[in-house]
């Protein structure tokens, strides 16, 4: 009996533990796609980074970025979402919804999530190698359908892989898109222990 309900107890305890840690694991596994799809990206022309943090003048000091696209045509900041379900929203809500079945969640407006990142890269970069802005994509790794109106800047995975390869203006030569993600590369905070303060602030923020 006493083995019994030590089976039973091992149990729930890693049924809480997955319960717990099944929406980081999703959202990693789903970067892990979108990243190797950036990666399929032109080489000769394409430089790509993931999991920036980054200095940052906004309401935490430091502000994480899921990837950067570093190219001959532009600068893209992309934030990545494993919402799922459908998702309706627009540039100018504060907040947008996710629908599953017939429960309603609401999340904050992750285009103005993402202003924090362009301007944290702009700002690193300053005026004198910055020669347009950064352009914010997001990226919806599981959602069903899409409602989003009055933007092409959101969209599933080939959705932002397009809108990447849309633009085909040279902006920057070779040595100066290699000198931007060698200054990115630099500026990338890796100390564990200010990466870890900076989740426990964002946690702060999101409990407010």
């Excluded at 840690?21 to 970067?31: D, Q, S, T, Y």
């Excluded at 979402?81 to 407006?109: E, L």
């Excluded at 005026?127 to 990226?139: D, E, T, Y």
Aim: with cysteine; hydrophobic share 40%.
């Amino acid at each position: 009996m006493t083995n019994l309900l030590i089976f039973i107890l091992v149990l729930v305890f890693l049924g809480l533990f997955v319960g717990l840690n099944m929406p980081n694991w999703k959202g990693k596994v789903g970067e892990r796609y979108v990243y190797d799809k950036l990666s399929k990206l032109d080489p000769i022309h394409y430089r790509v980074l993931n999991d920036l943090l980054l200095p940052s003048k906004g309401r935490t000091p430091t502000t994480q970025i899921d990837f950067v696209v570093v190219s001959n045509y532009g600068i893209f900041c992309i934030e990545s979402k494993a919402h799922k379900g459908w998702i309706s929203g627009n540039p100018n809500w504060k907040y947008w919804t996710q629908t599953n079945f017939r429960r309603k969640d609401r999340f904050y407006n992750p285009l103005r999530q993402n202003f924090a990142h362009t301007k944290a890269v702009e700002d690193i970069l300053g005026p004198g190698r910055l020669k347009a802005h950064a352009v914010s994509l997001i990226v919806f790794m599981y959602a069903d359908k899409l409602f989003i109106s009055e933007t092409d800047l959101v969209g599933n995975t080939r959705d932002i892989i397009n809108k990447i390869q849309s633009f085909t203006k040279p902006i920057y030569s070779d040595r100066e898109r290699d000198d931007i993600y060698d200054l990115l590369v630099g500026a990338n905070i890796t100390d564990k222990n200010l990466r870890k303060l900076h989740n426990r602030k964002v946690r702060e923020i999101k409990s407010y």
